[in-house]
């Protein structure tokens, strides 16, 4: 089938919550690099700009565009054995971990398949598996466990288009390609081995092209035990200052009520441990009655009607949340254990806010988050209709990571999609975050703006990533209204006079 016939001309598109939308020219599906390197060429000739998005996961403007909006889901092939054109001893690699090469428009969901067939899976992933690989790597998508860094932090090696429709690959100086062989058997293409480039390019956010291949560091196929703890948070506050359940667990987080009930507020603690696959005896599913709650359509809405009419029932009901769901463990491959299930199917929108995990910061942030929602409810009446969850990231060497060069936690703020004066709210929390040293995810709620030079004063080598930015965007086809708005886009305007 040509391109032309999987091009849809003034289409509105939009996220999957329906949160973000836009009408471009085009929404076109390549299925081959050729026609994104086509594509890419062609928007550069007609001076309009192309953005890939992925499975519409994300609830920020990260993927919008007026241009040429790129579906990469048809580039979803995820080849048998190791990958092609590697040196001498790069597979396994220095870690012992295999390499498998993918292409970059795949589901989460369909590569832990493909991994698993092989006896492989991710080292970490977080807890949805709908998102397209691109787009996770793309917006430094993460776990909980401070073992781990971001997904990105798994990837050797991208393969991205960029301005000119020019094809690189992009890994660090002693990366897994043989150069010879890629310049023999890719000779139009551009091979980058810098240390630079590679943690520029790992988390992009679409500004510097299309990343259409990764070469992945996968381990062997294991199985994990997850076990669900109600706790207060006077108990929860002593270990993470102490840190050792971060360090004791292979995944360890925390489900928060940010509000007080009977002298107390309620957490859930959930860690996740190696066992043995098959054990007997074993839980091998969730709650059913909880994974049908969450499954039955109008249960948001249920939830949305109710908090409207009696908004102060919400500190009540987000107790009853948690302790619902923490009745029993479970155990499977960790590709299942690691994804929450249907708790995903609740049509909710968050934002996440990355603060540094030292001294006490990470503490003093959570209950910063609890004097904002004090303060809101008490001016007015605004609430919470979920527990917000504390993960915890290994720094990541990616300059334009939220855990970049510092071991991190990630706040994460939910809300049901109808919440009256839910964005508000966020907007509160991330304004507060921010004077404690607080990232906001690129891929959810965020206010950030170019102002005041915030993102030089948040990412230490912005800079150099921007230096990388603008020379694999040199023409600009991949500016955006989400680069604008953030000030990464430079003036283009040319002089008429």
Known sequence: MALRARVRRRTRWRNHTGNQGVDPLRIVRPASLREVVELVREAEAAGTTVRAVGSGHSWSDVALTTGFLVETRGLDECPEGPPPMLHEGADPDADGKRLVWTEAGIRLRELNRVLHRRGLALSNMGGYDAQTLAGVLSTSTHGSGIRFGPIADQVRALDLVAAGGIVHRVEPREGPTDPATFATRFPERVLVQDDDAFHAVLVGMGCLGIVVGAILAVEPLYCLREVRTLRTWDEVRADLLERVVLDRHRHYEVLVNPYERDGRRLCLVTTRDPVPCGRHGAIRMRNPLVELASAFPLTPRILNLVLGLWPRIAPRMIDTQMQAIARRSYENVSYKVLNIGNANLLTAYSSEIAVPLEGDAHVRAVERVFEVA???????????????????????????????????????????????????????????????????????????????????????????????????????????????????TVSRFEDTS
Request: proline share 3%.
């Open 374 to 488: 004090a303060q809101r409810r008490e001016l007015g009446e605004a609430f919470h209709s979920s527990a917000f969850s504390l993960r915890f990231v290994r720094r990541s060497p990616a300059f334009m990571s939220m855990m970049h060069g510092r071991d991190t936690m990630m706040i994460e703020l939910i809300q049901l999609t109808h919440t009256e004066g839910g964005m508000e709210l966020l907007a509160a929390h991330e304004e507060a975050l921010y004077a404690l040293g607080g990232r906001p995810h690129w891929g959810q709620v965020n206010t950030l703006t170019g102002s005041h030079e915030l993102l030089a004063s948040m990412y230490e080598r912005y800079e150099d990533w921007l230096a990388v930015q603008r020379r694999f965007n040199a023409s600009g086809v991949f500016d955006s209204p989400f680069a604008k708005r953030v000030g990464i």
